[in-house]
Nanobody
Framework: QVHLVESGGGSVQAGGSLRLSCASS???????????MGWFRQAPGKEREGVAA???????SYADSVKDRFTISRDNGKNVLYLQMNSLRPEDTGTYYC?????????????????WGQGTQVTVSS
């Protein structure tokens, strides 16, 4: 059973940076199982939305709102997923979740992912 734990959230001013981490355990990551790792976020009163995804073949996907500001990456040796967030804006505020799925077609569809972390809070002030 996959266990995902996020960390690295915090409070920053607009224009600042944060790096989120997601440590995973209980799963063997190979290309043959078609894993896909994603970062989602949810602001109060809003639906959870996809931010970035990293597929088993190394393909990355980004929401338009974060392109050229956020970078998703993974340390395969440590089984840690990262989200480097630069030039943060107040609208980036929310709880950020790490998620994992297999053979994910729609990278930002929450129903494509079957394992989720508990979330880490990111607050960006103007």
């Amino acid at each position: 059973q996959v266990h995902l734990v996020e960390s690295g959230g915090g409070s920053v001013q607009a224009g600042g940076s944060l790096r989120l981490s997601c440590a995973s355990s209980g799963y063997t990551y190979t290309r043959s199982n078609g894993y896909c790792m994603g970062w989602f976020r949810q602001a109060p009163g809003k639906e959870r939305e996809g931010v970035a995804a990293l597929d088993h073949d190394g393909t990355t996907s980004y929401a338009d709102s974060v392109k050229d500001r956020f970078t998703i990456s993974r340390d395969n040796g440590k089984n840690v997923l990262y989200l480097q967030m630069n030039s943060l804006r107040p609208e980036d505020t929310g709880t950020y979740y790490c998620a994992q799925g297999n053979w994910v077609a729609a990278k930002f569809d929450v129903y494509e992912y079957n394992s989720w972390g508990q979330g880490t809070q990111v607050t960006v002030s103007s």
